[in-house]
């Protein structure tokens, strides 16, 4: 007998609870598998799954079982409206990083009005904030930047996929960029103390790329690095935005607000309520 879409999220969801593992992946894994979410999936519940869907699902849920993020095993995640190619060379997407295109975007709008603008986005990773800028902002010029061969191959396939024309530059930092001045300067770096490792989900520990998740410095290491070197790379009215964890503010604002006397720093929080992005720019 076929098994209907409700019995086997019933049985994948407890499967994924014994293990310890977030139960809800199982209805992102069957959203995926059947081309059906939000309320054509609810209306279709008892709808049987055909031979193809039902082996896929089971194949899948074989790699969410091990703690394989979802998104890693389905190989795609949804950001800003848009569709990224994900892998194991980048890090997954989270929605705390839309606030951090959506504040670029408003603020930039403000200081630029129309102008033609250079935006650099450094660590692109899986290209999502470059390419979701680019799509929102097509007359800006952007160009991404990462350290990772592995992370700028998905980036400029979701560049292509997402139909949004990018500069790519290999190198560390803002190495790649020194040549030119920037407007905008976009920045999601690894800001994890190595000491935090073993408080993290095995789901992100085991997975998710080191390189993109931890720095030196009690996870500053890469905001000293930022404040130092952007002075002299940034147009005189500029905007620069980082994502930071969110016991960072203080020392992050600090460090910018050293580097830039004469701007406006800012520290915003997530839709949790926690500090999560600093801006820094000149005042209109």
């Not at 007359?139 to 980036?155: F, K, M, N, P, Y």
Request: glycine share 6%.
């Amino acid at each position: 007998m076929t098994e209907k879409i409700y019995e086997a999220l019933q049985r994948a969801s407890s499967l994924l609870e014994e293990k310890g593992l977030e139960a809800h992946t199982a209805r992102m894994l069957m959203e995926f598998v059947t081309n059906k979410s939000g309320a054509t999936l609810l209306a279709d519940l008892r709808e049987p799954l055909n031979e193809e869907e039902h082996r896929n699902f089971w194949d899948h849920m074989r790699e969410l079982l091990t703690g394989k993020p979802v998104q890693y095993v389905i190989g795609q995640e949804y950001f800003y409206g848009y569709t990224f190619q994900v892998d194991e060379n980048v890090l997954i997407p989270r929605p705390e990083t839309e606030e951090l295109v959506y504040g670029a975007l408003e603020r930039g709008r403000k200081l630029f009005q129309n102008r033609p603008i250079h935006v650099a986005d450094i660590g692109t990773g899986s290209g999502a904030i470059a390419v979701s800028f680019k799509k929102e902002w097509p007359a800006a010029d952007v160009t991404a930047t990462d350290i990772s061969e592995g992370a700028l191959a998905v980036a400029k396939q979701n560049a292509v996929t997402n139909g949004a024309a990018i500069d790519f530059r290999q190198g560390d930092l803002t190495e790649p960029i020194a040549q030119q001045k920037w407007d905008i300067v976009l920045s999601n770096p690894p800001y994890i103390a190595h000491e935090e490792a073993a408080l993290m989900a095995d789901t992100v520990l085991d997975h998710e790329p080191h390189n993109a998740l931890f720095a030196e410095e009690d996870g500053l290491y890469f905001y000293r690095k930022l404040a130092e070197n952007l002075p002299l790379l940034m147009n005189k009215s500029f905007l620069i935005a980082v994502e930071i964890g969110y016991l960072q503010g203080l020392a992050v604002h600090q460090l910018f607000q050293a580097a830039f006397p004469e701007a406006f720093v800012e520290t915003v929080k997530d839709i949790n309520g926690k500090d999560r992005i600093i801006f820094c720019q000149t005042l209109e």
